[in-house]
């Protein structure tokens, strides 16, 4: 619906009174449950307590300082147009982003309210190729679904439903409506017809929407809460059986303009160098279950991992490459889950954090800060953030590392395990700039003007010439001229075309050296540069001048851009990497591991639409991270630019 940009009219505040209202329109329309509030010891005032719980279930829902505003925009192939309200809000000092949206008088949250509230819908299942078809604005086919039957009893007709991939099985990316009742159905196979119409979607212009013109935000690689269980082998095989070849059994295109077929159905291979080989490795039924402390011990050192290979990685780091504080989810889904030591299938369905003593990530984080090996804070809503790490304390300067899977060598090498992607590790195995080697060309073009200094040494002033190449024509000009002074070698004497070509008397400077009659041959050298029109070239690897087509202007570089955003946050963003033949998709990539923060890659504001330059957002003051990514990437220091904004002006 939202693949278009709607057309949202100027925000209001939305009244306390009204956010009450809407609040418990939505606490009725979800069931929700209100949280219990525990009271002081002694003190039996339930009716303060239950007020407490629905104040703070309000709130998380629909944020103090929310604001409201219509919208209209158009929706289907006959373009029928649709309007509504939108709701906004900003949960701890982020950024504000559409939580709420209300159709017809009937309220669909966004996936950043999905992201923050767990179980709030039901959940379904589809393959990545498929969810990548949903995000392009297609309905999804019953033949799509996946990881059922059963499906989800409150998946009926008409209710708002969640999709998530089965590669994140606990993450929601596309928000929709059933079209049929799904939890009824008791078979896929050969099913046809309409299962869910897409509402919303993780990338589109409602993710998207910024009062600041700040990109969407990430989505998480897990979240705590949502489903997790992994696909026993039955639910396994049906999924291999379906027919993913036929787009049109799986999703309905509305008129949107996607992907290539074969672009869309096309997976790559990520069974590592084993070809065909199974990602796992195949378990014999004699394997044992692991027991509740061997999980327990798992995650523990899975955390543990993670920091050794952080204090191992970025010693120089204070902080080790981590920004603090550390949400929940970011800390179960970078820190625990890629150190995980799965080497069969039976392990990743029994290394899970639901079936740890703690239950769930909260518990577990307090079970370390008892520990001392970190300090917590819980925040409103209830999720705990880690406020900073005893790196120094015996339980990680004693850690030894233990062996990880084989099945991805580069990410068990930089500490990526079997569940998760790696916090810090080395670049995609994809990403050819890694260990490129670069050359930076200045080049230089005479202008007309200077045409006779170059007749002389039989070369043209449509070529383009190194500094170093400039010398020895000069130099052959002043000789077949004989403009050497006689009593001073170092002195050139102007003759006419030098002194109509090189000096044009509108400075003071210049009308010295016209009234002198002669200037240093140093200073006429520089004055012909300055008087050429620049050119560069960056040269990758083997290439040669004659390879690449020289660009006007002045050589680029890479800006690093320290900015402070929502009052004491910091960001780092970094533009201008394309002319060195980096990907920013897959730098960013490289950044959010090293970093362990989000990131996001958008256009330079400013930047021309035929030729966009691509702007990546870190969050945290990262420019040595970045800088250490960009020199592997064959990047000199002094090619890249850095200006901090976050300091403040001297008084």
């Known amino acids: 619906m939202f693949k278009k940009k709607p057309n949202i009219k100027p925000l209001a505040p939305l009244r306390s009174s009204d956010r009450r209202k809407i609040a418990d329109q939505i606490i009725a329309d979800y069931e929700l449950k209100v949280p219990e509030v525990e009271l002081d010891e002694g003190n039996e005032d339930a009716p303060t307590a239950a007020a407490n719980g629905i104040s703070t279930l309000r709130n998380s829902l629909l944020p103090d300082g929310s604001l409201s505003a219509r919208f209209t925009t158009t929706a289907g192939p006959d373009l029928k147009q649709v309007s509504g309200s939108v709701y906004v809000g900003s949960h701890d000092g982020v950024e504000q982003r559409v939580l709420w949206i209300r159709i017809d008088e009937?309220?669909?949250?966004?996936?950043?309210?999905?992201?923050?509230?767990?179980?709030?819908?039901?959940?379904?299942?589809?393959?990545?190729?498929?969810?990548?078809?949903?995000?392009?604005?297609?309905?999804?086919?019953?033949?799509?679904?996946?990881?059922?039957?059963?499906?989800?009893?409150?998946?009926?007709?008409?209710?708002?439903?969640?999709?998530?991939?089965?590669?994140?099985?606990?993450?929601?990316?596309?928000?929709?409506?059933?079209?049929?009742?799904?939890?009824?159905?008791?078979?896929?196979?050969?099913?046809?017809?309409?299962?869910?119409?897409?509402?919303?979607?993780?990338?589109?212009?409602?993710?998207?929407?910024?009062?600041?013109?700040k990109p969407g935000g990430i989505a998480p690689d897990y979240l705590e809460g949502w489903d997790t269980d992994a696909l026993d082998d039955s639910l396994s095989h049906d999924i291999d059986e379906m027919d993913l070849k036929d787009p049109e059994e799986l999703t309905a295109d509305r008129g949107a303009t996607h992907e290539s077929e074969a672009e869309i159905f096309s997976e790559p291979n990520n069974h590592g160098e084993g070809g065909d080989a199974p990602p796992f490795e195949k378990v014999s039924m004699e394997e044992k279950d692991l027991s509740t402390k061997e999980i327990d011990d798992a995650f523990r050192n899975a955390f543990l991992y993670a920091m050794h290979h952080h204090c191992t990685t970025f010693k120089d780091d204070v902080r080790h490459g981590l920004d603090f504080p550390i949400p929940q989810s970011l800390a179960i889904s970078n820190l625990v889950l890629p150190y995980l030591p799965i080497f069969s299938q039976k392990e990743a369905a029994s290394l899970q954090m639901k079936k740890t003593s703690w239950k769930n990530a909260k518990k577990f984080i307090k079970a370390l800060e008892k520990e001392k090996i970190l300090k917590s804070k819980?925040?409103?809503?209830?999720?705990?953030?880690?406020?900073?790490?005893?790196?120094?304390?015996?339980?990680?300067?004693?850690?030894?590392?233990?062996?990880?899977?084989?099945?991805?060598?580069?990410?068990?090498?930089?500490?990526?395990?079997?569940?998760?992607?790696?916090?810090?590790?080395?670049?995609?195995?994809n990403d050819d700039s890694v260990g490129q080697r670069l050359k930076k060309l200045s080049l230089f073009r005479p202008k007309e003007k200077l045409a006779p200094l170059f007749e002389a040494a039989n070369t043209s002033v449509k070529s383009l010439y190194l500094p170093t190449e400039l010398r020895p024509i000069i130099a052959s000009y002043i000789e077949s001229e004989n403009?050497?002074?006689?009593?001073?070698?170092?002195?050139?004497?102007?003759?006419?075309?030098?002194?109509?070509?090189?000096?044009?008397?509108?400075s003071s400077i210049d009308r010295e050296v016209l009234a002198k009659g002669s200037v240093p041959r140093d200073a006429l050298i520089d004055r012909i540069l300055q008087s050429c029109s620049p050119f560069w070239a960056i040269l990758r690897n083997d290439d040669s001048r004659e390879d690449i087509k020289a660009k006007s202007g002045q050589a680029p570089v890479v800006h690093i851009v320290l900015e402070t955003r929502s009052g004491n946050k910091t960001v780092t963003k970094v533009s201008g990497v394309e002319?060195?033949?980096?990907?920013?998709?897959?730098?960013?990539?490289?950044?959010?591991?090293?970093?362990?923060?989000?990131?996001?890659?958008?256009?330079?504001?400013?930047?021309?639409p035929k030729n966009p330059v691509q702007e990546i957002m870190v969050q945290g003051p990262q420019k040595d991270i970045v800088t250490r990514a960009l020199e592997k990437r064959g990047l000199h220091r002094q090619w890249i630019e850095v200006l901090d904004k976050t300091k403040g002006k001297k008084r």
């Not at 920013?584 to 990131?599: N, V």
Request: net charge neutral.
């Open 378 to 429: 819980d925040r409103n809503g209830g999720e705990t953030v880690i406020q900073d790490i005893d790196f120094l304390g015996p339980a990680i300067a004693n850690f030894v590392p233990y062996k990880l899977p084989k099945k991805d060598n580069l990410r068990a090498e930089s500490g990526g395990g079997g569940s998760g992607n790696p916090v810090a590790g080395s670049a995609s195995t």
């Open 106 to 213: 009937r309220l669909i949250p966004t996936v950043y309210t999905l992201w923050r509230h767990p179980g709030l819908l039901p959940l379904l299942h589809t393959p990545a190729i498929v969810l990548r078809k949903l995000r392009g604005g297609a309905d999804l086919m019953t033949p799509g679904l996946a990881r059922g039957p059963p499906f989800p009893p409150k998946a009926t007709k008409n209710s708002v439903v969640a999709i998530a991939s089965l590669e994140k099985p606990s993450v929601p990316m596309v928000v929709g409506m059933c079209e049929i009742d799904v939890s009824v159905l008791t078979q896929i196979q050969g099913a046809k017809g309409h299962a869910v119409r897409g509402v919303h979607w993780d990338g589109d212009e409602i993710w998207a929407w910024s009062q600041s013109g």
């Open 483 to 506: 403009l050497v002074s006689s009593t001073n070698k170092r002195l050139v004497d102007l003759n006419p075309i030098l002194a109509n070509a090189v000096f044009d008397g509108q």
């Open 579 to 608: 002319v060195f033949y980096i990907n920013p998709h897959l730098l960013a990539e490289e950044l959010q591991k090293a970093c362990a923060s989000s990131t996001s890659v958008s256009q330079l504001a400013g930047s021309s």
